[in-house]
Each structure stands twice: as C-alpha cells, then as structure tokens.
C-alpha cells in the first residue's frame, strides 16, 4: 500500500521557469492538502481540495495553482518560479473527520536559482 | 505572527529518560491538538492527538496533555528510545474550521535520544 505518493522528489528550476508537482494518493480519501515547510517555519497549507471538484485557498497560495485531477490526484504547478519558492513541498490526504489525520509524502525538494 | 511556537528547537536526553516536548498557542479558537513526527528525507507521520475538551491523551509511551488557561501543551515520551530521535512538529485546527487537516504547525523541536 503506497500512500500518498509525490513526484518527482528533486527539482531545479531557474526563475520564471513553470513546473507542476505531482501526488496521488490510494487511501480513498477524500480530501487533499498541500503544504510547504521552510526552515524555521514549520509547515504552512498552500492549497486544500474538500473533495473531487473543489478547492480552497491556504494560508500561502500567492504564485501556486491547484488541480484536483480525480479523487486519487491533486497536482501543484508554480507558473513563473521565484527564490520564494525554493522549499519543500509535502502533499497530505485525509484529515477531515477528529479520527483521519493526515497522511504525507515524503516530499519534493524544490530549489530556484 | 506564529500562532502555534514551538521554543525549543533541539532537545537532547538519554536512553530510557523522559524527554518533554513543549507547545504554546496564541489562539483560543484552537479546538484540536495534535503532534507528528518527521524522519529525514520522509513526510511527517501522524503521533498523538488531543480535543480541547480533554486535558490528557495517553498512547503507548506517548502522551499529551493539554493547559487550556496557559495555552501549553506538551509531549511525554517515556522512556525515550533511539528510534524516537527525529523532528516533532506541534499542530493546531481552528474551531468551526471543520476539517482537520487545515492545520497551523509549530516550527518543530528535534529530539536527540543517545543510546
């Protein structure tokens, strides 16, 4: 049983290139997050998507788009990449109900140079 | 303006010791608590929760008590093995917010357990 699964696990991108990270899940959850973690900041929701169909701005969604392809997929695409966005970025599901917390993948280091 | 802080960024204690981790909260519309543990290079993993209108939660080893009045909660692991040496990240759910996973984390504390 895979999890949340994210691709790729490494990139780096030159400023003002476009890229999209990619997560699937297979625990039939319905709801699906992306966050960021940054030194000394903890991590911090970028987007969220409820269910199939619906998604929702976090606390830092400024230069990121979502799709939530399917109920197994929820991609993030980074238009135009600045320095800002040099992070790692963790795709979670479930979390919805007091017994579902979340389940991550084990990350994409991003770096923009 | 960090609404969840985590004030001690390493922590460090012997095999078979307690170790304590600490977490203070500046918004009292937090209603539910919970703590994740990060190995390097994985995705953090789901430790132990705790609602608000509960001041002590106890899973194995690891339990969590809740200070509503001093917006503290703290993370007991006891006794402290090896294996528990990694990243334990503090994390808050606002009220009415009514999912889970919207989360507010702390910047993370990391435990060194020496054999």
């Known amino acids: 049983n895979a999890g949340v699964t994210q691709t790729p696990k490494f990139q780096v991108l030159k400023t003002g290139q476009s890229m999209t990270l990619q997560c699937a899940q297979d625990?039939?959850?319905?709801?699906m997050y992306w966050y960021r973690q940054d030194p000394g900041m903890g991590l911090r929701l970028i987007y969220y998507?409820?269910?199939?169909?619906?998604?929702d701005k976090g606390e830092v969604p400024n230069g990121y788009n979502v799709s939530r392809l399917n109920k197994r997929e929820f991609s993030l695409r980074l238009e135009s990449a600045a320095p800002s966005q040099t992070s790692v970025y963790f795709c979670?599901?479930?979390?919805?109900?007091?017994?579902?917390?979340?389940?991550f993948g084990n990350g994409t280091r991003l770096t923009v140079t | 303006d960090q609404q969840v802080k985590q004030n001690s960024p390493s922590l460090s204690v012997q095999e078979g010791r307690i170790s304590i981790l600490n977490c203070d909260y500046t918004?009292?519309?937090?209603?539910?608590f919970l703590w994740y543990k990060k190995y390097p290079a994985e995705g953090p993993t789901f430790l132990i929760s705790?609602?608000?209108?509960?001041d002590k939660n106890e899973d194995g080893r690891f339990t969590v008590f809740l200070n509503k009045s001093a917006k503290h909660l703290s993370l007991h692991i006891v006794p402290s093995q090896p294996g528990d040496s990694a990243v334990y990240f503090c994390?808050?759910?606002?009220?009415?917010?009514?999912?889970?996973?919207?989360?507010?984390f702390g910047q993370g504390t990391t435990l060194q357990v020496k054999p």
């Open positions: 979670a599901s479930g979390g919805v109900a007091y017994n579902s917390p979340l389940h």
């Open positions: 625990m039939n959850h319905n709801s």
């Open positions: 998507s409820a269910s199939e169909g619906t998604t």
């Open positions: 918004n009292s519309m937090f209603d539910y």
């Open positions: 705790i609602s608000s209108i509960k």
């Open positions: 994390a808050a759910s606002p009220l009415g917010s009514g999912n889970t996973g919207k989360l507010i």
